[in-house]
């Protein structure tokens, strides 16, 4: 989405965007460096003069004390706070200030992790427990998935098949159970490599 064009089309009320990590403030400052890498469409946005990286209203709070003037700007208001899944980082103060405000949005984007805040939000609890404190849950939650980073089982299947020699064995960590089971089993058909799920007992000599 390009930010300028949204806000010449008015899609979008001329509103403040807080960017509330300094992860992700210092992620934006690498990309913007190497633009060698920019693929074509990058490369053309950079060069018609339109910075994709900033824009109309959008502030950086990278210091603490920016991060909590956000609690007395002006609504509407729009805040992007890590981490994704809700179990640490700065989202944990605005959820204790916004998820029990009717007016606001929680916006969840990409996978929630069972046991985590994101995933008790985002399958409907009435209220969560948020650094000690319990939370009514009366902001409306919604979802979008189409941001995850994550490579999916063909592209994690292509990635270690693609090179001169195949590894000896794998052991899945990240995931699901049910999901993590699938994709042993694909790999070992496909790749034919030892593969086996993570667990708490479990010992890896290397």
Not at 27 to 42: F, I, L, M
Not at 96 to 113: E, V
């Amino acid at each position: 989405m390009n930010p300028q064009l949204v806000e010449q089309e008015h899609r979008l009320p001329a509103i403040q965007i807080f960017l509330d990590s300094p992860l992700a403030i210092g992620a934006t400052r690498v990309y913007r460096k190497y633009t060698q890498y920019y693929d074509e469409a990058a490369v053309k946005l950079m060069k018609s003069g339109d910075d994709m990286f900033d824009f109309p209203g959008l502030v950086l709070s990278e210091s603490r004390d920016s991060s909590k003037r956000i609690n007395s700007a002006r609504s509407p208001k729009i805040i992007i706070a890590g981490a994704g899944m809700m179990n640490g980082g700065r989202i944990l103060y605005h959820a204790l200030r916004y998820l029990s405000d009717p007016q606001s949005t929680l916006l969840i984007i990409g996978y929630q992790a069972h046991g985590t805040l994101g995933r008790q939000i985002q399958e409907g609890a009435l209220s969560v427990m948020v650094m000690g404190e319990k939370v009514a849950v009366r902001c409306e939650v919604k979802t979008i998935g189409a941001f995850s980073a994550h490579g999916d089982q063909n592209k994690l299947l292509d990635w270690m098949g693609s090179g001169k020699n195949l590894p000896k064995k794998v052991c899945l960590n990240h995931g699901e159970n049910g999901s993590r089971e699938i994709f042993m089993k694909k790999i070992q058909e496909k790749l034919g490599i030892d593969t086996l799920i993570a667990e708490k007992s479990l010992i890896i000599e290397i």
